[in-house]
C-alpha cells in the first residue's frame, strides 16, 4: 500500500535551517510528484511548495521561496523539504503528501499524507 | 491571491443529519479545481473530494462534491460518528489556497 513516512520531530534556534525527509513506498516514485503543507498550532493549513518527481520541476508559494527548498531522491524514493533562517513563525507540523501527474501535468493536491513533522524555532 | 472563504465556521449537528458545507472563492475557479480534506485532531489531513466532484479513493458515498464558479460544497448525507471532524477546501486553479476550514461538531 501507498505509504510516505516522515522524519521525526526537531527543534531549532532562530536563524537555524530545518530539512524533513519523506520516505514514500509502494507505488512508482517518478509517476507522480510530492507537495509540502504546514501548519502552525491550533491553525489552518498552508502549502509550501511541490516538486514533480518525473521532470523535477519545482513550484513555491511566493512568500517562501527565497528560504525553500524541495528536492527528491529517485534511488531511495524520498523527497525534503529544506527551510533556512527560521524564525518563531515557522513553528508549525510539516506535512508531505503524494502529488499526482498525468498528461504530463501535475495535480497540485495531495491524495497520501505522511504522518507529519513537528517544526519548532524557539530560543 | 484567491481567498477561500468557508462557512460556516463550526456546524453543530447530530448524527444521521445531512451537513452542507460551502466554499467561496474570491474569484471565479478554472474547471472546478477544488479539493476537500478532512481532518481529525491529532491526525494527517486525508482527501476526500477532487475536481470538486471526483471521490478519492476509499472515501465513502455519502460524500459529495459539487458547485462552479466561486462557488463550490461538501455535502455529507448522513453523519456518522467518524465525520466530526475539521473540512478544508483547496483550490489549485491559480497556484493553491486553503479555506479557514469548517468544524463539523456534535
Known amino acids: 500500500q501507498v505509504r510516505l513516512v516522515q522524519s521525526g520531530a526537531e527543534v531549532k534556534r532562530p536563524g537555524a535551517s530545518v530539512k524533513v525527509s519523506c520516505k514514500t513506498s509502494g507505488y512508482t516514485f517518478t509517476n507522480y510528484g510530492f507537495i509540502w503543507f504546514r501548519q502552525a498550532p491550533g491553525q489552518g493549513l498552508e502549502w509550501l511548495g511541490w516538486?514533480?518527481?518525473?521532470?523535477?520541476?519545482?513550484d513555491y508559494t511566493q512568500k517562501l521561496q527565497d528560504r525553500l527548498t524541495v528536492t527528491t531522491d529517485t534511488s531511495t524514493s524520498t523527497g525534503y523539504m529544506e527551510l533556512r533562517s527560521l524564525t518563531s513563525d515557522d513553528t508549525a507540523v510539516y506535512y508531505c503528501?503524494?502529488?499526482?501527474?498525468?498528461?504530463?501535468?501535475?495535480?497540485?493536491?495531495?491524495?497520501?499524507w505522511g504522518q507529519g513533522s513537528l517544526v519548532t524555532v524557539s530560543s | 491571491e484567491i481567498v477561500l472563504t468557508q462557512s460556516p465556521g463550526t456546524l453543530s449537528l447530530s448524527p444521521g443529519e445531512r451537513a452542507t458545507l460551502s466554499c467561496r472563492a474570491s474569484?471565479?475557479?478554472?474547471?472546478?479545481?477544488v479539493a476537500w480534506y478532512q481532518q481529525k485532531p491529532g491526525q494527517s489531513p486525508r482527501l476526500l473530494i477532487f475536481g470538486a466532484s471526483s471521490r478519492a479513493a476509499g472515501t465513502p458515498h455519502r460524500f459529495s462534491g459539487s458547485g462552479s464558479g466561486p462557488d463550490f460544497s461538501l455535502t455529507i448525507s448522513r453523519l456518522e460518528p467518524e465525520d466530526f471532524a475539521v473540512y478544508y477546501c483547496?483550490?489549485?486553479?491559480?497556484?493553491?489556497?486553503f479555506g479557514g476550514g469548517t468544524k463539523v461538531e456534535i
Open positions: 483547496q483550490q489549485y486553479a491559480k497556484s493553491l489556497t
Open positions: 474569484q471565479s475557479l478554472s474547471d472546478n479545481y
Open positions: 516538486i514533480s518527481g518525473y521532470s523535477g520541476n519545482t
Open positions: 503528501a503524494r502529488m499526482r501527474i498525468s498528461n504530463l501535468r501535475v495535480w497540485p493536491f495531495g491524495d497520501y
